[in-house]
């Protein structure tokens, strides 16, 4: 397995999450602190801060995934499903090359 080329994979990745400004913790909890109590009551308001939030929190789960993925290629464990210890067929590294389950354990986990 050429682990490099998805290691290119997972930092530009993470170079567009972090380059597009997708994620920035403090000033979103800020953000989130400040405005919350003034838009309690505005249901599209609210409905728009909640759909930036979760868009934040996206970010912030394949960021999370992106180094752990970059620290199993390093350990040398990238492409081994999680859960059955399987390779993970590279199709799916392709697609998603921060996944940490094969396609047989992930039909599981959201069945
Ligand atoms: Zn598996």
């Known amino acids: 397995m050429d682990v490099h080329a998805y290691k290119d994979a997972l ?9 597009t400004g997708g994620i920035k913790p403090l000033q979103a909890s800020m953000e989130n602190n400040t405005r919350q109590g003034d838009m309690a009551d505005q249901a599209s ?7 930036q939030l979760k868009l934040k929190q996206t970010d912030a789960k394949i960021l999370q995934a992106i180094e752990d993925a970059l620290e199993r290629i390093k350990k040398g464990t990238y492409g081994v499903c999680r859960d059955c210890g399987e390779p993970i067929a590279t199709a799916r590294l392709n697609a998603i090359p921060w996944t940490r389950v094969c396609i047989a354990c992930k039909e599981k986990q959201s069945s």
């Open 45 to 51: 308001g609210n409905n728009e801060v909640h759909i």
């Open 11 to 19: 930092l530009k990745k993470r170079g567009e999450i972090l380059g």
